[in-house]
């Protein structure tokens, strides 16, 4: 193992007072009113595992805090601890000062990194679990060791659905002697009433056809390339997929299985993947391109440069306050702003039917409303299994 490069972990740390800024500064988003309204009425949605409600029911609890800071206090954690973990898992495979820090500047200061540390979602984590996991199979295979993987396992499929492919692989393919293949089906076996539910939420979401064309779905693909470059970087994906024929069988597999997926619900909707759900393969991209015997070359270092904290700068800057000229309808952070004023940004993209319900919990105390679409959404999922939201918005039914 190579030593940890001091300037690295300064580099992971040095993400967390703008990531705190943004958690202060911004509202709930409607996702993560969503989970803590659920938290405050005791539903768990089957459109997730259960670990983020419960997090955002522990949360809540903190006392002094604002809401905002309480609720974000664990992705502000994890985000910080997922950095410093992919630090020590390319110091494992001995990448030398130069690497670590390109993985400090990915892994913290690139677009998805820095929303993902402070917004409270299911990312969270599960992108901390991807992280512990990729160190642990460099672990020998005592007790102590597969203990531990189980408990990460079992946490992240927790908190994950896409984790269920990743956890199987590792329980099936024959790497390592086999050691890991009894705690990671341990895990899958105790998960299964969990998860069971979110996995037939997300299929449905995730393979279910609509409007199709060749040139829409062509059109999806080129739209989640796109959004993959921006979020990670250029350098993320083509130094981690360059690496990745010469990396573990673990590694090659993860990574190629949630690619395949996520390039399938693609094709197979004609609609763009959510952005986060290749978080995972970018993960392992990034510690499969830390090779021992290679440093980041000018070009990557460019790109990582104005991919990285050069945008995500100017990005943060206009979520803190709003000042690209940017229409509501186009902009992300107009999901960030408005529901504690009560000035709903209803224009804003991946705004939900049960958006301004859950804002409203949140923020005013009505619950009614959102234990209303929680009660519709559980019973509909339970009587026919197919975990699909409702066609008609049950709000105004």
């Known amino acids: 193992m190579t030593r940890l490069d001091r300037w690295a972990v300064a580099t992971v740390l040095s993400s967390l007072p703008l990531r705190s800024v943004l958690a202060a500064f911004t509202d709930l988003s409607p996702d993560e009113a969503y989970y803590l309204s659920a938290a405050r009425t005791g539903w768990l949605p089957p459109d997730h595992p259960p670990l983020t409600i419960l997090l ?64 409270a979602t299911p990312d969270a984590p599960a992108a901390c679990v991807v992280a512990a996991l990729l160190v642990l199979y460099q672990l020998p295979g005592s007790p102590a060791s597969r203990v531990a993987a189980f408990v990460v396992a079992a946490l992240g499929l927790a908190s994950k659905v896409v984790l269920i492919p990743l956890v199987f692989l590792s329980a099936l393919l024959p790497w390592r002697a086999n050691r890991w293949r009894l705690p990671m089906g341990a895990a899958l076996a105790c998960s299964a009433l969990l998860v069971g539910p979110s996995l037939v939420f997300q299929t449905n979401h995730a393979f279910r056809p609509g409007s199709w064309s060749a040139l829409s779905a062509l059109g999806a693909l080129a739209a989640v390339v796109a959004a993959q470059l921006a979020l990670w970087s250029p350098s993320t994906w083509i130094d981690g997929l360059r690496a990745l024929p010469r990396a573990p069988l673990l590694d090659r597999a993860w990574a190629l299985a949630l690619i395949g997926l996520v390039v399938g619900s693609t094709l197979i909707r004609a609609v763009p993947a959510e952005p986060n759900w290749l978080a995972p393969a970018a993960l392992v991209l990034i510690v499969s391109a830390a090779r021992g015997d290679r440093t980041p070359s000018t070009a990557s270092r460019v790109a990582l440069l104005a991919f990285g904290p050069l945008l995500t700068v100017v990005a943060a800057s206009h979520v803190i306050h709003p000042w690209l000229p940017l229409p509501a309808s186009a902009d992300p952070a107009a999901r960030l702003h408005g529901w504690k004023s009560n000035t709903a940004p ?52």
């Open 56 to 119: 955002a029911r522990a949360a809540d609890a903190i006392p002094a805090l604002p809401l905002e800071l309480r609720l974000r206090a664990v992705p502000l954690v994890l985000g910080t601890v997922t950095a410093l973990l992919l630090l020590l898992a390319v110091a494992l495979r001995d990448a030398p000062a130069a690497t670590q820090r390109w993985t400090a500047v990915v892994s913290s200061w690139t677009l998805l990194p820095m929303a993902g540390g402070f917004l």
């Open 346 to 397: 209803t224009q804003a993209p991946g705004i939900g039917v049960y958006a301004a319900a859950a804002e409203r919990c949140v923020y005013r105390n009505s619950c009614h409303e959102i234990d209303q679409y929680f009660q519709t959404i559980n019973s509909r999922s339970s009587s026919d299994h197919q975990g699909t939201i409702p066609a008609r918005d049950p709000l105004n039914e």
